[in-house]
């Protein structure tokens, strides 16, 4: 069974500071994709970055980095010189790939809440 | 391109009604996931549909059932109305079902609440 795990449930900054959420997953395939959503109080989840389990490479999207190792089942997310726009709840969810079963579901942690003071 | 859009957004009812939610993808997207969220249980998977048919399906009892049409919109509706079925209903749209590279995209919610 697939496991997601945000262990940090809110964290609070004041703006500018860089913030890391963490996501700790569980798997037994080896072909999955993690995810990060972001979903601000208006409800809606968006999505902000798909990686997948055969590219560990990092990446970065503006003032957003992500963290993907796999030797220690962790895709985590950073938000560089935090802004009052980026408080929302942010989420990380595993998504298996299997081609046989056409299963294809996300599986989402807690979330962390994520509160920017100006 | 529009994005996933749900009606209605907002949904009061009591209990041992029926409900029934809306839903229609991004166009071009075929697939369509319904998902439930709770504050006790968090973002959980209900089923998804895919050219009609119901190809996957969460841990949900049989109060809870969808459809999708051949435009790839989808319902769900949910029987018997329980005060625990109170959640924020959330449905996603991906452009295939099979392919390794899809991504779900989400709908602004309904939020259902059952007094």
């Known amino acids: 069974a697939q496991k997601v795990t945000q ?47 055969f ?3 990092n990446e970065i999207s503006g003032r957003y980095s992500w963290n993907f190792q796999k030797s220690t089942s962790s895709f985590n997310f950073t938000i560089t010189a935090s802004q009052v726009v980026d408080s929302a709840v942010y989420f990380c969810a595993l998504s298996e790939a299997n081609w046989d079963t056409g299963r294809r579901a996300l599986t989402f942690g807690s979330g962390t809440r994520l509160q920017v003071q100006p | 391109k529009a994005g996933v859009t749900q009606t209605p957004r907002y949904l009061i009812k009591t209990r041992g009604q029926q409900v029934t939610l809306s839903c229609s ?9 319904w998902y439930q969220q709770t504050p006790g249980q968090g973002l959980q998977f209900l089923f998804e549909y895919f ?52 991504t779900q995209y989400f709908g602004p919610g309904t939020r259902l609440t059952v007094l």
């Not at chain 1, 809110?10 to 500071?17: A, N």
């Open chain 1, 7 to 53: 262990a940090q449930t809110e964290i609070s900054v004041v703006e500018k500071e860089d913030v890391t959420l963490d996501c700790v997953y569980e798997t037994r395939d080896t072909t999955y994709y993690l995810f990060w959503y972001k979903q601000p109080p208006s409800g809606e989840l968006v999505f902000l970055i798909r990686r997948n389990s």
């Open chain 1, 55 to 57: 590219d560990e490479q």
């Open chain 2, 51 to 102: 050219s009609e048919t119901q190809r996957n399906k969460g841990n949900f009892p049989g109060r809870f059932s969808g459809r999708q049409f051949s435009n790839s919109r989808s319902e769900m509706n949910v029987s018997t109305l329980e005060l625990g079925d109170s959640a924020l209903y959330l449905c996603a749209s991906s452009l295939e079902q099979m392919t390794r590279t899809d």
């Open chain 2, 25 to 33: 993808p991004i166009s071009g997207h075929r697939s369509v996931s």
